[in-house]
């Protein structure tokens, strides 16, 4: 929650009282409009920040007294100062400027008083601003969109900052613009030494490797001040930000102390150092910043940065920005070490708070290496924004849209978050997936059928930098691997956060209206590591794997470096009823020996295959749903043999398969067992309520490409003198289609919104409901795209033919029509008992 300036409010501390009455005559004399008579004067100090003292002045007036003006103080800390810190005169000067020529939101100032003998130390007077301030950055309290648009304003309020014409308003000699960056890299380092050593707080040697690293990596330019210098705030932050009582805009930017010329970017980057380090939680061990922590509306650093280079009117500075943040985390690390340092000699004005900054300072160091030994810190590009940013307004790049595309409020209308997902992938779909199909089915119908087609592995690539990576992740799911993998240690570097390996944050709700697009095409899910069994096998790991199970298998399938395997189906019994399967999984010492045959189990036959989780029975003298358990088998371990890859009406799925195999003797460690003995049917729930509903949504994807190819045909192809779309057989069918598509849109969607909100058991009526209309639908509506092309929707010139026979093995796999009917009809039964 935003809390008003005036809730910051204390009494004075001790060590920064001063003479009430000698201020009062100074004020009176000095700040126009001030109220001559008083019926009381009173001071009380802000609590929030830590440099230059602040006070709110309070002059009572009027006949009853109950009249107040308010006016605000700032002062230098009391004590010996370092040289050139808490430059009060100079705030005066810069928001003097600012007030007077410039649109740059800034309290109005009233006077200077440079004169120690009125209350001890320079001071000036500004107006008191009254309105909301965010201290906590990830903005608790706020609708995603209001979130969304306090940030934005932030981005373009230090746009507008950057903007101003320095010379024009005085202030073209307020600071040096050459060699900006060499030259604050050596003062902070300074500032850094002067704060530590000898008597002081202790000096971590990591911090002056920081500084010898950053002075060799000072961006081109850095020497001349050419290009992109002008004035810079230098402690820009959302808490130093009042913003509007109602309105999501910026009223007032604060704490000018570090203000001066120089390069502007370093102001940018500083303005995000909450993405990459929680410094607003100093006592805690937690080290990362809102980047790691997916809250919806939030912006990622990309998008604020694309706010704000396309407000400021620069260009993206992908190129330097691992050299901006690295050097704006040891700027930070050395000011929280001079706030230490202060509070240890007892003068600084954050009182007990300024205790934690010392560690504090040592976790922006760290951050600052961690940043720095990223591979990935930018895209090349800024993301892709939507063409306005009001949701209603969204327009869609591709003319793949459906028509009934949402663009009013609604239950079922993507926020704004998911747009912008949604109009990235479209476009993705049309510059690189669709243009590839025809490339990628030869590779899979030639006799190197079963390697990888160098160009996915590109795109996957390109996927991850586009931040179109692994969004199937659920936030729990994503949550619990973030906890068993990153907290507290770096076992993986930063890079990965960067390159979105758990995902965007999205519900299951959120991720229907994306998965929908990848199922256009049968090669599209896999380049953004979405596609099956790949997803079931990572959810499973996620919710039940233990920490090194996650290391080792989990890691490198979020990576997209190998593929995965689910085998449970086997040929001798009726695997639709899992009770019934055969597969021996026996106990011997410290490792389970596997014996047994399955067959379709999807992704063995890729090179890239690694790992199997394989369903079998480790006690079948159990009761009936507790003899099942699942172990992970590395697909090289001797004695798993894959015996042929199968075909679905002659597709083979090529270079992914279905594949037959054949486990004798397969021993593996103890440790591969996931949850545990006889809880192999518990996982199973777990893992097939999502993968299922990926798979419908995927369907409705197949069915949309299928009207769009209809109508497309239609259109264009004359028969007996009419074209098709004028036949009235046809037009019945198309209209019959849609309302099928749509019906069964609504309920996938619906099922995706209760697995969110209710969790798998209790949407798994709606979910069953969902898994048997969706590929029902998607047959129907395919078949009649096929007929419209006549000969050539049966053949593999196009992609009917191969959609239409994926999608009638999902009236199959993940479970037969039959059964989820009968779990519909059960539940229906029970309803009607209750
Ligand atoms: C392309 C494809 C990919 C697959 N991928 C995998 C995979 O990766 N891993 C894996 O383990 N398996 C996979 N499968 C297997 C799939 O999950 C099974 O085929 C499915 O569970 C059905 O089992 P079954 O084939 O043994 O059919 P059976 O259990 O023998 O059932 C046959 C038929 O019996 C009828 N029937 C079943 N139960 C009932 C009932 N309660 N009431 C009335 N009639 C009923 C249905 O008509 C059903 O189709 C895949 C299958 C295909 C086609």
């Not at 510059?431 to 390697?451: C, G, M, V």
């Not at 390996?501 to 991720?511: H, I, K, T």
Request: contains cysteine; hydrophobic residues 40%; proline residues 4%.
């Amino acid at each position: 929650m935003a809390i008003l300036t005036s809730d910051l409010l204390s009494k004075v501390q001790a060590t920064h009282q001063f003479e009430e009455e000698r201020l009062l005559g100074f004020v009176r004399a000095n700040v126009s409009g001030f109220p001559q008579s008083l019926a009381k004067f009173s001071v009380l100090q802000f609590g929030h920040g830590q440099s230059n003292p602040t006070f709110l002045l309070e002059a009572y007036f009027g006949e009853s007294g109950a009249e107040v003006k308010r006016y605000v103080l700032r002062k230098k800390p009391p004590g010996v100062l370092l040289e050139s810190a808490h430059a009060v005169e100079r705030e005066f000067m810069v928001l003097k400027a600012l007030g007077a020529c410039s649109d740059v939101p800034v309290p109005r100032v009233f006077c200077l008083c440079s004169d120690p003998s009125v209350i001890g130390t320079a001071f000036y007077i500004m107006e008191f601003l009254e309105g909301r301030i965010f201290l906590d950055n990830k903005l608790p309290g706020l609708a995603p969109e209001r979130r969304r648009a306090v940030y934005q304003a932030t981005a373009q309020t230090l746009a507008a900052l950057h903007r101003v014409d320095v010379d024009s308003i005085g202030l073209q000699s307020f600071g040096r613009r050459d060699n900006y960056c060499k030259r604050q890299v050596q003062r902070w380092e300074r500032q850094y030494l002067a704060s530590t050593g000898e008597g002081k707080p202790s000096r971590n040697p990591k911090m002056l490797e920081l500084a010898d690293w950053l002075k060799k990596n000072i961006p081109l330019g850095d020497s001349s001040g050419s290009s992109g210098t002008g004035l810079v705030h230098g402690d820009y932050r959302i808490d130093n930000l009042v913003f509007h009582p109602v309105k999501d805009q910026v009223i007032g930017i604060l704490d000018w102390e570090l203000s001066t010329l120089g390069n502007q970017m370093s102001d940018v980057a500083y303005s995000t150092l909450h993405f990459f380090v929680d410094y607003m939680l100093a006592t805690s061990e937690s080290r990362g910043g809102l980047e790691t922590m997916m809250i919806e509306g939030i912006p990622s650093v990309a998008e604020y940065l694309a706010d704000y280079c396309s407000a400021a009117q620069k260009p993206w500075p992908a190129a330097d920005w691992k050299f901006y943040v690295a050097f704006s985390l040891f700027r930070a690390a050395s000011i929280y070490a001079g706030v230490y340092h202060r509070w240890a000699m007892g003068n600084a004005s954050g009182g007990q708070r300024a205790q934690s900054a010392g560690k504090l300072t040592h976790v922006l160091i760290d951050s600052a290496w961690d940043y720095i030994n990223r591979k990935f810190v930018l895209p090349n590009q800024p993301p892709l924004r939507p063409v306005t940013t009001k949701s209603s307004e969204m327009q869609y790049p591709n003319g793949l849209e459906n028509i009934y595309s949402t663009k009013e409020q609604g239950r079922f209308v993507p926020n704004e978050k998911v747009l912008i997902l949604k109009n990235k992938l479209l476009k993705f779909m049309e510059d690189h997936i669709y243009p590839l199909e025809n490339e990628f089915y030869k590779l899979a119908q030639s006799s190197a059928r079963w390697t990888i087609h160098p160009e996915e592995e590109r795109l996957k690539e390109l996927a991850k930098q586009e931040g179109l990576w692994n969004l199937w992740i659920p936030l729990d799911s994503a949550a619990r691997a973030r906890k068993l993998l990153f907290d507290g240690n770096s076992y993986l570097n930063q890079e990965n956060w960067s390159n979105n390996l758990l995902g965007a944050g999205l519900s299951n709700l959120e991720y229907g209206y994306l998965c929908e697009i990848m199922g256009r095409s049968v090669w599209a899910p896999q380049i953004f590591n979405c596609g099956a069994p790949d997803t079931g096998n990572m959810e499973v790991l996620l919710r039940y794997g233990t920490k090194e199970q996650m290391k080792e298998w989990l890691v490198p399938l979020l990576e997209g470096k190998i593929r995965s395997g689910f085998a449970m189906t086997e040929p001798k019994v009726a695997s639709s009823d899992a009770t019934n399967i055969e597969c021996a999984i026996s106990r011997v010492g410290d490792s389970y020996v596997i014996n047994g045959r399955k067959w379709w189990t999807s992704g063995a036959m890729d090179p890239r295959c690694k790992i199997l989780i394989v369903m079998g029975k480790t006690d079948f003298t159990a009761s009936t749903h507790k003899q099942q358990s699942m172990v992970l088998v590395d697909i090289n371990t001797p004695g798993v043999q894959i015996i042929r890859p199968l075909q679905v009406f002659g597709f083979d799925d090529a270079p992914h398969g279905h594949a037959e195999v054949c486990f004798e003797n397969v021993k593996v460690p103890i440790d591969n067992i996931l949850l545990g003995e006889g809880r192999g049917f518990e996982i199973a729930q777990g893992r097939l309520g999502p993968g299922r509903l990926h798979h419908c949504m995927r369907l409705i994807g197949a069915a949309e490409r299928g009207m769009h190819m209809m109508v497309q045909r239609a259109l264009k192809r004359k028969v007996f003198g009419k074209f098709i779309a004028e036949q009235g057989s046809f037009l019945s069918d198309l209209a019959k289609c849609r309302v099928e598509l749509e019906k069964t849109r609504l309920l996938v969607l619906e099922a995706a919104d209760q697995l969110d909100r209710l969790g798998n058991k209790r949407a798994r009526g709606t979910i069953a409901m969902a898994k048997v209309a969706a590929p029902n639908m998607a047959l129907a509506v395919l078949d009649m795209a096929m007929q419209v092309h006549g000969a050539a929707g049966l053949s593999s010139d196009i992609v009917l033919s191969h959609l239409w026979a994926a999608a009638r093995t999902l009236r199959i796999a993940d479970g037969p029509d039959e059964v989820h009917l009968g779990t519909i009809a059960k539940l229906e039964l029970r309803r009607a008992r209750l």
